[in-house]
């Protein structure tokens, strides 16, 4: 297993707790010098806060854990392709890579709706891989909610960010 995929697990690991909790799973960690400085996932409901998904929480960890708002030594891994604010967020922080698994066509801000990652006009750009473990990560998404849907009865609405990010998607 390489490095990618394994950063990725601990990601999904988080994105997992996050539907434990109720809140749309997704999950983030930042690595540096192949250790984990900073972890989290999403909380918006919890924290009744929209800016609390998972690579906000996970960035700002890594940054008091450097005491350092700079990441430039670091690596974001998000199971879900960031949104403008979080790939805004990437950008200010001065990450060199970002690695995401499921790609989101609906509010994914790294290639999908916008490009803000590799924005040419921006005085630092990073480095997007997406559809690592994409599979997993996609999955935890969908099942999430499938179960919701069941449960509010059918009508799909106030499915997170953007809307059900992978409603879109064939597969
Ligand atoms: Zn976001």
Not at 144 to 160: E, I, L, M, P, Y
Request: negative net charge; aromatic residues 4%; hydrophobic residues 40%.
């Amino acid at each position: 297993m390489n490095d990618d995929d394994r950063f990725m697990l601990q990601a999904l690991r988080e994105a997992r707790d996050a539907a434990e909790d109720g809140e749309v799973p997704v999950g983030a960690v930042v690595v540096c010098g192949g250790r984990v400085i900073g972890r989290g996932h999403n909380q918006r409901e919890m924290l009744h806060d929209p800016t609390a998904h998972a690579e906000m929480i996970a960035i700002t960890a890594a940054a008091g854990h450097l005491e350092s708002w700079r990441l430039e030594e670091c690596v974001l891994y998000v199971t879900l392709e960031p949104c403008a604010m979080c790939a805004g967020a990437i950008v200010l922080a001065r990450l060199p890579r970002l690695v995401f698994g499921a790609f989101d066509p609906k509010a994914g801000a790294c290639g999908s709706v916008l490009d803000i990652v590799r924005e040419p006009r921006f005085n630092h750009r990073v480095e997007p891989e997406g559809g690592v473990l994409a599979e997993e990560c996609g999955h935890l998404l969908k099942e999430f909610f499938k179960a919701r849907r069941t449960q509010v009865g059918g009508n799909g609405q106030d499915s997170g960010p953007g809307g059900d990010p992978l409603e879109g998607l064939s597969g």
